[in-house]
């Protein structure tokens, strides 16, 4: 059973172009979230998804930053004319439906570095 | 706003030697969680914490949540050089929505 599956691994961007990071949940899970880790910090909570479904984006910054979970395929975060701040690994996590008391089942992260 | 702190940031320990990371939560939740992340890596699941006196363990490490005093400990038995890793708590509020502390970077010296 293949866990969380995130790619790429590294992402390069120069300063304003776009940067497409996808994840895959595990098999059976519905449910998906984006978090966001900073050298040296802990995980900061971006986004939880739905299929077709945005359920909380309270952690999305207001401007370039967009996500989604379509019904086939991967849940997609898109940061538009990235900037030297975006740098980080994002990490998704997923988890199957009426989870309430299981933990996250995380990725092994894209580490997104803007030149 | 919910905020998590854990202390010590940093902690280098002899193996053999036992210690305590602390994680201190900022307002009612009967969820929390410790994760383990290894340089580069994702986070790995140890523990789920459900209920006040929830008290768990897996080998060297066992975890307490204490509800009442919004604390949660993780005490690390007769360390080994397998244990060095960076330590973080996690505190749910609603759904799935996890806050993180800032982490315990651990080094197990020989």
């Known amino acids: 059973n293949a866990g969380v599956m995130q790619n790429p691994r590294h992402l390069v961007r120069r300063r304003g172009q776009e940067a497409r990071l996808r994840c895959s949940p595990m098999k059976g899970h519905s449910h998906v979230y984006w978090y966001r880790q900073l050298p040296e910090e802990g995980l900061k909570f971006m986004v939880y998804?739905?299929?077709?479904?945005?359920?909380?984006e309270s952690g999305m910054p207001k401007e370039r930053f967009s996500a989604e979970f379509p019904k086939e395929g991967p849940s997609i975060l898109r940061i538009q004319q990235v900037v030297r701040g975006d740098s980080a690994a994002y990490f998704c996590?997923?988890?199957?439906?009426?989870?309430?008391?299981?933990?996250?089942?995380f990725g092994n992260g894209t580490r997104l570095t803007v030149t | 706003e919910l905020k998590v702190e854990q202390n010590p940031l940093f902690l280098s320990m002899q193996e053999g030697k036992n210690y305590t990371i602390y994680c201190n939560y900022s307002?009612?939740?009967?969820?929390l969680y410790w994760y383990r992340q290894d340089p580069g890596k994702s986070l790995e699941s140890l523990f789920v914490?459900?209920?006040?006196?929830a008290v768990k363990q897996e080998g060297r490490l066992m975890a307490s949540l204490d509800t009442k005093a919004r604390l949660s400990t993780l005490h690390i038995t007769a360390a080994v050089h397998d244990l060095s890793a960076t330590y973080f708590c996690?505190?749910?509020?609603?759904?799935?929505?996890?806050?993180f502390g800032t982490g315990t970077r651990l080094t197990i010296i020989p």
């Open positions: 996590a997923s988890s199957p439906k009426g989870s309430y008391n299981s933990p996250l089942h």
């Open positions: 914490l459900l209920s006040n006196g």
């Open positions: 996690a505190v749910s509020e609603t759904n799935e929505k996890l806050t």
């Open positions: 307002t009612t939740s009967d969820r």
């Open positions: 998804l739905q299929k077709e479904n945005i359920i909380d």
